[in-house]
């Protein structure tokens, strides 16, 4: 399949991802808990209601996702790195817009509707790195972009759980506290 083209195996990637994304990210909601508060496992799994934790639980597998479907299509699609940092941008970015404007409207969340958000906010970046994938290859820069773009992210979901803001985005409704929560070892 010619570089430049969205073909059939790309697609299949990024559909696939989809569902694994979900799946994944469920479960990174509840692992914290689950490995009775290990701190290692807060790079990647929920430690608080917060936004912030929704978040990284959407953002973490989609990363992980990213680095399993490299070397299956990396090098037969243009501009892979900058296409996976955007749609890995998309997801927290339409989590954020849709959470706080619905929840503005009716004033409360709904579990359900949150769901939707979550798995609307996979597609929208799954969809949109598969559309980037298939513009001309934006060479050097785009991959410079790219690499620090997605290095931003991960530092970023990676600290701010550990060394957590006290502004609304990190704080737990439940508790109003923030990051991890002391009764964890």
């Known amino acids: 399949m010619p570089v430049g083209r969205t073909g059939n195996l790309q697609r299949t990637w990024e559909l696939a991802g989809i569902a694994v994304i979900f799946l994944v ?13 290990w701190r290692p496992v807060a790079l990647i799994g929920a430690v608080n209601e917060s936004v912030w934790e929704h978040l990284k639980i959407a953002f973490m597998p989609a990363f992980l996702y990213t680095l399993i479907e490299y070397p299956f299509i990396g090098k037969r699609v ?35 509707v949150d ?7 996979i597609v929208a970046g ?3 790195s598969w559309r980037v994938f298939s513009v001309p290859d934006e060479g050097l820069y785009g991959r410079i972009f790219g690499a620090i773009l997605l290095a931003a992210m991960v530092a970023a979901f990676s600290l701010l759980t550990y060394y957590p803001p006290h502004i609304f985005l990190f ?15």
């Open 78 to 112: 243009n501009n892979f790195w900058l296409a996976k940092s955007l749609g890995l941008l998309a997801i927290p970015l339409t989590i954020v817009v849709l959470f706080y404007g619905y929840t503005a409207v009716l004033g409360h969340h709904y579990l359900p």
């Open 25 to 37: 990210g469920s479960l990174f909601h509840f692992i914290f808990e689950l490995s009775g508060g």
């Open 115 to 121: 769901i939707f958000i979550f798995l609307a906010a």
């Open 171 to 185: 704080r737990n409704p439940l508790t109003n506290g923030y990051g991890i929560p002391y009764n964890f070892p």
């Open 126 to 128: 799954q969809l949109l």
